[in-house]
């Protein structure tokens, strides 16, 4: 099964493991073989990471672009475990990704850690509200 995708102009993507920029107007490609791909969209860049949600989206990108090692998978798990201990209400976000995985859809577990992500970022700009009213 093929996949079509529509680049915006300048747009980067990565397609096993090399970092391809778009031309300066839009391109369709179509994608004919199984390959670990993503757009500029779901990368995460090194100096991106900034919190304990980041890094699991960057140690998920990791595994989605390369083979994953044993290692790789164990520091993914560790980061999950210490995310759901320290922040509960992120329980039905690492239950999707924990489900993706599982099924090996490393490309859904990155659109679920990118929602976790947000939900990240909106608790932190609650907290100082309510630190406030405290």
């Not at 859904?108 to 609650?126: I, P, Y």
């Amino acid at each position: 099964m093929s996949l079509s995708i529509t680049l915006k102009p300048g747009e980067l993507f990565v397609i096993n493991g090399t970092l391809i920029r778009n031309g300066g107007k839009a391109a369709k490609l179509t994608i004919e073989t199984q390959c670990r791909m993503l757009r500029e969209t779901e990368i995460i860049r090194e100096d991106e990471v900034d919190t304990p949600c980041k890094q699991v989206w960057m140690t998920l990108q990791l595994i989605h672009l390369s083979e994953p090692s044993a290692e790789t998978q164990a520091l993914l798990l560790s980061q999950i475990a210490e995310i759901a201990a320290m922040m509960p209400s992120a329980a039905p976000y690492v239950a999707a990704i924990l489900a993706a995985l599982d099924e090996s859809h490393t490309h859904k577990a990155l659109k679920e850690v990118k929602r976790l992500v947000q939900h990240e970022r909106e608790l932190a700009e609650q907290a100082p509200v309510q630190a406030g009213a405290a």
